[in-house]
């Protein structure tokens, strides 16, 4: 299924809002409790169509008649803290990039130090900044044959980032590489 690539504007929207199927929770003889569990995503929001392995397959409910979806994970820091997010998606044959891909990470990010991609202690791959907005700083990347293949044999990727206020050290993310296969023979393919 091809799609015409979504404003980044959106991407952004796909950050951090969540939402799932509504269903009101129930009691073991099928009483309504009240409250429902979850709700239908509004539109404009993000949702989890489907899970693999460390990786959603996240959408953005449209009117459209279906939703455009990209590959997310969201990287934790060692204590357990969202601090940043990678989504992907492929791209229409022609280039030498067959997937792109949105890496989300916070403000006060030393930009200039770029971000680094390494693949199960491979050599990391730097890739610079787009823009900053008040969710945070965004790279949009392009991977190559090599670089998605790379992937689909990984266990684990190394996100690197430099802090703005400790320029002398580097935050690395773990990026499970667990369900990558899977969810990327299905993630929309979208052209510009």
């Known amino acids: 299924m091809t799609k015409k690539l979504i404003p980044l504007s959106l991407v952004a ?4 809002g969540t939402s799932a199927m509504a269903q009101n929770q129930t009691d073991s ?12 995503p509004k539109l404009g929001e993000r949702y989890s169509k489907e899970k693999f392995g460390a990786w959603d397959l996240a959408c953005i409910r449209t009117e459209a008649e279906t939703d455009p979806c990209s590959l997310l994970q969201i990287m934790l820091d060692d204590k357990g803290s969202a601090v940043a997010e990678m989504s992907l998606f492929r791209l229409k044959e022609g280039g030498q990039a067959i997937a792109g891909g949105t890496i989300i990470v916070p403000l006060e990010t030393l930009l200039p130090a770029q971000i680094t991609v ?7 791959k730097r890739y610079g900044y787009s823009f900053c907005n008040p ?5 949009q990347i392009g991977l190559t044959a090599a670089d998605i293949d790379a992937f689909k044999k990984g266990k ?19 990026l499970s590489l667990k369900g990558f296969t899977e969810g990327y023979d299905v993630v929309d393919v979208v052209s510009n």
């Not at 684990?156 to 773990?174: F, G, H, M, Y």
């Open 118 to 124: 390494s693949v199960d202690g491979a050599p990391g």
């Open 13 to 16: 929207l796909m950050a951090f």
């Open 135 to 139: 969710i945070g700083c965004v790279a």
């Open 29 to 40: 003889n099928g009483l309504d409790l009240g409250e429902p569990v979850n709700t239908e």
């Open 156 to 174: 684990e990727a190394i996100v690197s980032l430099v802090p703005a206020p400790a320029p002398d050290q580097i935050i690395n993310l773990k």
